[in-house]
Nanobody, 126 residues
């Protein structure tokens, strides 16, 4: 099982930016689909961005499309989520996840992923 560790969360005012990182314990070439998810208190876990690391294709939820960007640095076994124009409704615990397999486009449903990090908190104040 690949160990995933998120970092980069914090508190920011509305309109600000943050970059989350997800570091993997080993080469993730067998986990070619990776994603970012978030969960706010009392709500279900929501997929916000996903990446096919081989083909570079991406998926975004409607709620973050145009504001968030998912990228990877394969040399560092690290995936990123650049978040801009943050809104109070973006406040949540953010998780990264990975799975092997081919989808087109990469899925945003949490049930498709089997390796998960512990999460990093993002708080956006108005």
């Amino acid at each position: 099982q690949v160990q995933l560790v998120e970092s980069g969360g914090g508190s920011v005012q509305a309109g600000g930016s943050l970059r989350l990182s997800c570091s993997a314990s080993e080469d993730t070439y067998t986990r070619n689909t990776q994603g970012w998810f978030r969960q706010a208190p009392g709500k279900e876990r929501e997929g916000v961005a996903a990446l096919d690391t081989g083909r570079g294709s991406t998926s975004y939820s409607d709620s973050v499309s145009g504001r968030f960007t998912i990228t990877q640095d394969t040399d560092k076994n690290t995936m990123y989520l650049q978040m801009s124009s943050l809104k109070p409704e973006d406040t949540a615990m953010y998780y990264c996840a990975a799975v092997g397999g081919l989808w087109s486009p990469p899925p945003l449903a949490a049930k498709n992923y089997n390796d998960w990090g512990q999460g990093t908190q993002v708080t956006v104040s108005s």
